[in-house]
């Protein structure tokens, strides 16, 4: 029997009523089968402080080893200044850390994100992750890509309600569990 494909969830919002926490919820509902999807808390991780790296909080220490055990990891971001949010460039550096314990390495992951803008709809931060991920050494999943623009007509009340990109999610999820399965051969 094939073994479940985990993927992990990060969000890159912290607010309650998150666009991106909702595009990750809906992905933890669909419930496919051989793929099972966990969420993480990154609301409680400090400020990355390089003297802590070897006495690690224990926030982090939950989030780097939950990274460790997926078989891949899913981030869900939104945009801020054309780039990536202070909250998730803050877990990544990390996770990172300290130097030859960095929990990306070699690891598969996807990126998605939504913004109330009707332009681009997150394509900047979506690849600024892309150059973060080859320092790192992760594998990204190329395609398909999930830009959400006008996120309030396709998200309400924390639920996503558009069918187009219900579909693109899980096309997203499905995906990186073939992805993952490639990269570490099971
Ligand atoms: C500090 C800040 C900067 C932002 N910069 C951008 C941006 O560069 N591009 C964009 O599309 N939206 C930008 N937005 C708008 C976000 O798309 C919007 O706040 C979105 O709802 C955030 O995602 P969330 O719903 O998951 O929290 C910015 C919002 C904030 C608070």
């Known amino acids: 029997?094939?073994?479940?494909?985990?993927?992990?969830?990060?969000?890159?919002?912290?607010?309650?009523?998150?666009?991106?926490?909702?595009?990750?919820?809906?992905?933890?509902?669909?419930?496919?089968?051989?793929?099972?999807?966990?969420?993480?808390?990154?609301?409680?991780?400090?400020?990355?402080?390089?003297?802590?790296?070897?006495?690690?909080?224990?926030?982090?220490?939950?989030?780097?080893?939950?990274?460790?055990?997926a078989d891949a990891v899913l981030i869900s971001t939104p945009e801020y200044n054309r780039s990536i949010p202070g909250v998730l460039k803050n877990a990544i550096d990390w996770a990172s850390c300290p130097y030859g314990e960095n929990v990306f390495d070699e690891k598969p992951v996807a990126t998605m994100g939504a913004t109330v803008g009707a332009f681009v709809g997150t394509a900047i931060v979506q690849y600024h992750l892309r150059e973060i991920f080859s320092s790192l050494n992760a594998h990204p999943l190329e395609k398909p890509q999930l830009f959400v623009a006008n996120a309030p007509l396709k998200i309400k009340d924390g639920k996503v309600i558009d069918d187009d990109t219900k579909e693109l999610i899980k096309e997203v999820v499905v995906k990186l569990a073939e992805w993952a399965k490639r990269i570490n051969q099971n």
């Open 1 to 69: 029997m094939e073994k479940n494909i985990t993927i992990l969830g990060i969000c890159g919002s912290l607010r309650r009523d998150s666009f991106n926490r909702a595009l990750l919820n809906y992905a933890a509902t669909l419930e496919i089968e051989g793929i099972k999807i966990k969420i993480a808390d990154i609301s409680n991780i400090p400020n990355f402080n390089q003297d802590m790296e070897k006495q690690m909080p224990e926030s982090v220490k939950v989030l780097k080893d939950e990274i460790k055990n």
